[in-house]
Structures are given as C-alpha cells and as structure tokens.
C-alpha cells in the first residue's frame, strides 16, 4: 500500500509539473512569450533551469556541528563546500548566521582575508548592500546582454538576473561563483570564477535545436528538458524534443539503408550472373554495318 502511494504521488507530480518550452531558432520571442503568459503549464527553459538548480543544503547545514572546531577547520570546510555546490537562499541565511558566530573567534592575518571574502559573497547572494571592506563589483545588464547576446539571463548560485530590463548586478569583486548563462534558445553554459574571469570568456554555444517545424533534430542532454520539453517553432506548431522529426524522402532512405542497398544490389547482380550460367550469349552486329 505504502508503494502505491509512493507511484501515485510521483507521477502526478509529473503530470502537474510544468513543461519546458525551448524557442526554436528563427521563431518570434515575442510570440513565445505571449504563448508562454496563455499557457500556465509551460515554463520557460531559462526559468525551468533555475528552479531546478542543484544544491547541497544539507552539508552546509551539518556545520553546525563543526562550530567548536578550530577556525582553520572551519573556514576550509565552508571554502570546500562552496566550490562542490551552489548555496540557496536558506543556506546562504543559515551560513551568515554561523559566520557571525565565527566571528568572535580568534583569526590569523590570513585567515580574517578569507573570512571577510566568505562574507562578502555570502552577502552579495542575499542581495544585501555591500560595504567596506568588500570590493562591490557592479555590471548592468544591458552590458551583460551586449556580452552574451544569445542569453536570457545569467544564474549566479542558482539565483537568476534576467538580463533584459535596466537592472545592475552587484558582487563582491574577488569572489568566485558558480555561473550559468542560461537561454531560450541556447544551450546552457556553465562557469566557476569571478565576474571579472567570466567576461573574459569567449563563448560558441550550440542551440538547442535545430532546423523547421516538420525536419528539426535535438541537442538536448538534459534528461528532464529532453523527456518533458518540448520546442515552439510558432503558436501552431509544438514538438515534442523526445521525438524528433525528419522528413520521409526516399533519399535519406538510401542514406541511411545504404549497407542494405549496397548488399540488395549485389545480390540481384550475383542472381544475374547465376542465371546466365552455361548459356551462350549471341551479339548480333548486322545492324551496325
């Protein structure tokens, strides 16, 4: 009883849960989005990305546990988890509360440097006003959009900073993050380093699909966009990405049977050549005098 519970559960929540909608190329954002606001149960893939970030809050939360070590220990546990994984927002409130407790400790000269950059990122990822000695690093995003023309949107920790609007993003200089560059109709890219590190990145991402309504193929690895996804070429045609679609042409046909074309021909020719066995073939040139 306790299964069939469990099966009923897991797969209705497959079918409330919103499905991924990529934008084809060529196709009308604008439309995309307006078929998006009609329809509540797409998401943007941008949006779906976001929201299906991986974290890893329960090992942030089991430092809790490791407050009476020294302040090296500590310091280099949350150093090490941080490149492991993004923070949510409740991990980055519980990791400013336990920094604030760390902070009655006694430090070295080295180890107050990386205790004030912990809090500075740690801050910058509740969206708080950065102060000295933080080093706030701001980008509006128009520039980022200039940057990263193809993007939606770029994912620092999991939280999302849509990069249309007139909006700026603010960190903390020297820190690293994880960044996503995330878009509707490209594939998502993924960098660990600071802000400065990723714009001096040069980037050719592949879409995510490719080609017209009736002949388009996939470049999907994502398990969960590629099984519950699916493209907008327009308003009237949706494809599922799980079931790519090419056109029935009896060239491809031969294209893609061509060992079996090869050894079909072969074996009408060897039939030919049986058949003629022990019989004398007889030309007749009379008409070429």
């Known amino acids: ?13 497959l079918a409330w849960a919103q499905r991924p909608l990529v934008l084809a190329p060529g196709a009308s954002p604008e439309k995309y989005q307006q078929y998006l606001n009609s329809h509540s149960s797409m998401i943007s893939v941008t949006d779906f990305l976001t929201q299906n970030s991986k974290t ?21 546990q949350i150093e090490k988890l941080r490149q492991e994984s993004i923070f949510s927002e409740n991990a980055a409130f519980f990791l400013r509360d336990l920094l604030e407790k760390l902070n009655t400790r006694s430090f070295s000269a080295e180890q107050i440097k990386r205790y004030q950059e912990l809090v500075c990122f740690n801050e910058s990822l509740l969206h708080s006003s950065l102060m000295k000695p933080c ?17 939606d949107a770029l994912v620092i920790e999991g939280r999302s900073f849509k990069l249309q609007g007139s909006s700026n993003l603010e960190l903390n200089g020297p820190s690293i993050y994880h960044f996503q560059i ?55 045609c949706l494809a599922e990405l799980r079931n790519p679609r ?44």
């Open 56 to 76: 890893n809050d329960e090992k942030i939360f089991s430092l809790a546990d490791s407050l009476e070590q020294a302040p090296e220990q500590l310091l280099s």
């Open 135 to 151: 080093l706030i690093q701001k980008m509006a995003s128009k520039e980022l959009q200039k940057r990263f023309p193809w993007a």
């Open 182 to 236: 995330v878009s509707n109709t490209h594939k998502t890219l993924t960098f660990y380093g600071s802000l400065s590190q990723l714009l001096q990145q040069s980037f050719s991402p592949d879409t995510w699909v490719s080609g017209v309504c009736d002949e388009f193929s996939v470049n999907v690895e994502e398990f969960s966009i590629r099984e519950q996804g699916l493209a907008f070429f327009n308003s009237e």
């Open 1 to 13: 009883m306790k299964w069939t519970w469990i099966f009923i559960f897991f797969f209705s929540t």
């Open 246 to 289: 090419q056109k029935a042409s009896m060239a491809k046909w031969m294209e893609n049977n061509r060992h079996w074309v090869y050894a079909a021909g072969a074996l009408v020719v060897g039939g030919l050549v049986y058949s003629m066995r022990n019989k004398t073939v007889v030309v007749d040139t009379s008409g070429f005098k």
